[in-house]
């Protein structure tokens, strides 16, 4: 079992603790941590599905948020840029389903009458599959695959 190791870290005078359990670095280069969940950030544009093929070719999905924690997380670290995100739907008059078909609790309005989710400036809007976009996979970090009862 992992142990509960505590950091002092001071910023402008200020010290705080802080549990190594919200804090990971058992993700993959180039992906950064959040929670349970490592999360990559594409620099290249692609389509809706060529983004998720490329997500399951690193054992992955395009990305999928629990929370509102976790979504503010991805719009700090998404930049200018938008992003794809894993959730879709068959029309309009069908629920949002994220990639490992599971519904979308609807935490945050989806704008726009698209089929395919992104991540933007405005927040979650909806688009044409076929546009280019960068895109978020997401997948559980290798503690969390180790340590399935440790959140």
Sequence with gaps: MRSSLY???????????????????????????????????????????????????LSAQLAKFENQEELNFLKRYMGPFDHWIGLHRESSEHPWMWTDNTEYNNLTLTRGDGNHAYLGGRGISSGRDYIPRRWICSKPNSSALQYPGVS
């Design 7 to 57: 950091f002092v870290i001071t910023k402008a005078g200020k010290t705080e603790q802080v549990s190594s359990n919200n804090t990971y670095a058992s993700c993959p280069r180039k992906w950064i941590g959040f929670g349970n969940k490592c999360f990559y950030f594409s620099e290249d544009m692609e389509n809706w599905t060529s983004s998720q093929n490329y997500c399951m070719v």
